[in-house]
């Protein structure tokens, strides 16, 4: 008990725990959410939810900025907070409204299949909810940025709860009542959250404020996309090249294998967010400690998933524990490399770097997606092969300059 109220009283590690537990909350109800979902609607039904939910995603994720990244490596240490947070709710706001305008304006040539976007009062709970999904993006990186990752937990909690309920009402309207139950969620869990500290939100830009971050923030806002580009893209090329079924069993075991990616990215959170209040000779400190604490829990379960990938499989069915447990194996190996990359980017942001954080970003990206657009022909497990050798490479020149910090 005292070990674990020492972790939890340690800013480093406590934002962390609550970050890593905020994950896996979020994985557990999502799976609930979806095997709820398939049992009251079709399966056409679930498909066009999934569009509508990936549409708010990808809008959300151009309107972003790189705010969210910025707002961690920033606020820690700015004394007008609230000015700097309504900045770049404002400002991100304004963009997610435009583009979600747009994007209704233009559905029937985007995405035909969404065609009931046309129809004015869908249309217009769309865009609202594409604002309310931006606001909720931005909210945790707050709450990280003030040391408060609880309040992560519990407004992704109340979200997590409230959307396992609203579909049993809202079943008349199909599609719409999936993609409704999820969004609803999303706003009375950001309201909600807006009580959890001393904030006033504002509609105001601060010039110099928004200047003081553009850069850093567009950098990052670039770098993120690269870095999520994999797990966006590999699906789509899968499809094209094979077939949609090989896609499934990709998908299961990428979701699986995103489980262990979470220590470091959590871990990595926190340190730029305790990182960005810290002296240069105390953020070794740091660093050693957020490298220790990636490896005190990803080993042991990544061993774990690479032992008993066919058994977490079959949770899915025989045939994705005998199609992609080989790569899941592969991908829960490339963990490790991961965190050490992630952690090497983390310092970077910290220092400013922002050069070399897009250029790593850049070359996992293009490298993993290239290598596996080659081998491809050859199975699915050569798209985890080229994961990990692009992650192993990059992680090579990472922990080479790791050492160098360490010793500096």
Known sequence: MKILKNLINDHLYGNTLWLIADSIMLTGFGFLFWTINTRLFSSEQVGLASTLLASVGLLVALSLLGFDIALIRYLPGFGKKNDMINSCFSLSGIIALLISVIFVLKVDIFLPKLILLKNGVFGTLFIIFVVFNLFSALIPSVFIAI?????????????????????????????????????????????????????????????????????????????????????????????????????????????????????????????????????????KKKIKKSIKFVFVLLVPAMIAVVLLSKYFLLLFGQEYSENAYRLLQILALSSIPFAINKIYITINNIQHKINVVLLINLIVAVGSLSLSYMLLSYGLIMVGFSWLVTQILVASFSTIKLIKIKND
């Open 147 to 283: 040391r408060k990752s609880k309040f992560v937990f519990i407004k992704d909690l109340i979200f997590s709860i409230l959307k396992l309920v609203f579909p049993f009402f809202f079943v008349f309207l199909g599609a719409y009542g999936i993609f409704s139950s999820w969004m609803i969620s999303v706003i009375i869990a950001f309201i909600i959250s807006l009580f959890f500290w001393r904030y006033k939100p504002r509609f105001r830009i601060h010039k110099k404020i928004v200047k003081k971050m553009l850069k850093f923030s567009v950098v990052n806002y670039i770098s993120n996309f690269l870095g999520v580009a994999p797990g966006m893209i590999l699906p789509l090329m899968i499809t094209n090249v094979i077939n949609p079924t090989t896609t499934a069993y990709f998908y299961i075991a990428w979701m699986i294998a995103m489980m262990l990616f979470i220590v470091p990215v959590s871990i990595s959170k926190s340190l730029l967010s305790e990182g960005s209040r810290i002296r240069k000779e105390n953020l």
